[in-house]
């Protein structure tokens, strides 16, 4: 079975792209454009992961964070910068972000976080169940 990611981005290339690279793993890449549609996806799929650009097109990282609180699952966000830095790092883990990747995507790195945070969400998962 394959573990679902949520892409918050308004770049539909990046999203191809980032299918591309899990393709090997059992993830699967969902696109969304804005917050509202990840907030009506979120109701109809289960995901594991919310991967998200910093800036959105109808809000930010810290929207895509809150909606990940409010759902039922219990997902691990991820948030995805141009201008990733030791800063925005820390502040994104202090905040409650599963972690950050740095834009381009370097695959190693992006199948690497991508695959222990699904892991990491479906072993919560479990255990609260």
Known sequence: MRS??????????????????????????????????????????DYCVILTEAALPDGKWLDALDLARDCSQKLAVVVTDLHADGRFWAEALNLGAYDLLAQPFYEPEVRRILHNACTRASYRAVAAG
Not at 8 to 34: K, Q, Y
Request: proline fraction near 5%; charge should be negative; aromatic fraction near 2%.
């Open 4 to 45: 679902r990611i949520l892409f918050i981005s308004g770049h539909p290339g990046d999203a191809r792209h980032l299918s591309r690279m899990l393709d090997s793993l059992p993830l699967a890449v969902d696109h969304v454009e804005t917050l509202e549609q990840a907030r009506a996806k979120l109701q109809q799929e």
